[in-house]
């Protein structure tokens, strides 16, 4: 099992920044890719970035590419999700999630957070 806690969502401005936390627990945390997901109202839960579980290699959505960047310390069993240059539809829940592999579908993840709200005021 792997536990998973995101913090630092919170209402920011447009143009803003935000940087999310995820502090996992439990296995070996550099076995597994985290990932980043957001789900705005009624809406299907979205990927956002993924990183390999060594650190280095990463993918993002084309919708956040350029303006949110996604790091870990595996020493600290920390995935980090910075955002800039926030715009009003980046609201939404943002999760963290750990699978085995660099996945950009939800369903492959094994372990999720309970989820952190970021809103974007215009």
């Known amino acids: 099992q792997v536990q998973l806690v995101e913090s630092g969502g919170g209402l920011v401005q447009a143009g803003g920044s935000l940087r999310l936390s995820c502090a996992a627990s439990?296995?070996?945390?550099?076995?597994?890719?985290m990932g980043w997901f957001r789900q705005a109202p009624g809406k299907a839960r979205d990927f956002v970035a993924t990183i390999r579980g060594s650190g280095g290699i990463t993918y993002y959505a084309d919708s956040v590419k350029g303006r949110f960047t996604i790091s870990r310390d595996n020493a600290k069993n920390t995935v980090y999700l910075q955002m800039n240059s926030l715009k009003p539809e980046d609201t939404a829940v943002y999760y963290c999630a750990a699978a085995g592999g660099t996945y950009f579908s939800a369903h492959l993840y094994d372990y999720w957070g309970q989820g952190t709200q970021v809103t974007v005021s215009s």
């Open positions: 439990g296995r070996t945390f550099s076995n597994y890719a």
